[in-house]
């Protein structure tokens, strides 16, 4: 639906989408009995008003569902799988050995060195396991595509340990750091949790304020 602008020669400028006969404003959403499995709503994109259907959201769907246990929902719109598979239970937090965690520990200044643990920090972990990912098949059109969600073994729970480090000046003292207590299957991503390295060098006021970190447990 449309009106005409004041310009010298007219065009038609587009106010309302129609879909089967009926109009809706902007920012309008709608069903249509004839394709339930969709929800319409009207949008402005690049200034050009259209018509966009989005598939409804469905529940998670095992790929390797067995072929004669798959069914469809009530709505004929959704694949379910009439079993549950047990979960994949093999992420854990697993302690490293002793000696790989000699010197992982460092952090260099300008006012002390380089400063890292010589000793071995015992019951020190990582997450380890597998977890499920899949891909999903998405959009209309042109815009169809694969899109994978991703689940990672990742930390889910911590606390607080101290660790001695001794510095090339011969000072010794011990942050705080975060040893993992529990790991999941939580979504992948970029969100990779920042950690106290060796670069850059901190300058003397960071520094301090580091190593006087409180221990809360």
């Given at each position: ?50 018509t966009v259907a989005v598939k409804k959201e469905c529940p998670y769907f095992d790929p390797e569902c067995p072929e004669e246990e798959i069914y ?146």
């Amino acid at each position: 639906m449309c009106t005409f602008s004041n310009e010298c020669c007219g065009r038609c400028v587009k106010t309302h989408c129609v879909d089967d006969g009926n109009v809706y404003n902007i920012g309008e959403r709608w069903e249509s009995e004839g394709d339930i499995c969709y929800e319409y709503s009207c949008e402005t994109r690049d200034d050009i008003l259209a018509t966009v259907a989005v598939k409804k959201e469905c529940p998670y769907f095992d790929p390797e569902c067995p072929e004669e246990e798959i069914y469809m929902d009530e709505l004929g719109c959704c694949k379910l799988c009439n079993i549950t598979r047990q979960p994949k239970r093999d992420c854990k937090p697993k302690v490293m050995p002793p000696q790989d965690t000699v010197g992982i520990f460092r952090i260099t200044t300008r006012h002390v060195g380089t400063c890292k643990n010589h000793d071995p920090v015992m019951d020190f972990k990582q997450c380890s396991g597998h977890c499920d990912s899949y891909t999903l098949f998405k959009g209309q059109g042109r815009q169809a595509t694969h899109v994978s969600t991703c689940y990672c073994c990742k930390p889910s729970k911590y606390e607080n340990i101290r660790v001695q480090l001794r510095c090339d000046t011969g000072v010794s003292f011990t942050p705080v750091y975060k040893n993992i207590q529990e790991c999941e299957c939580l979504s992948c991503g970029d969100d990779l949790t920042s950690y106290m390295g060796d670069e850059p060098i901190m300058d003397d006021t960071d520094f301090f304020s580091f190593i006087d970190e409180p221990f809360h447990q």
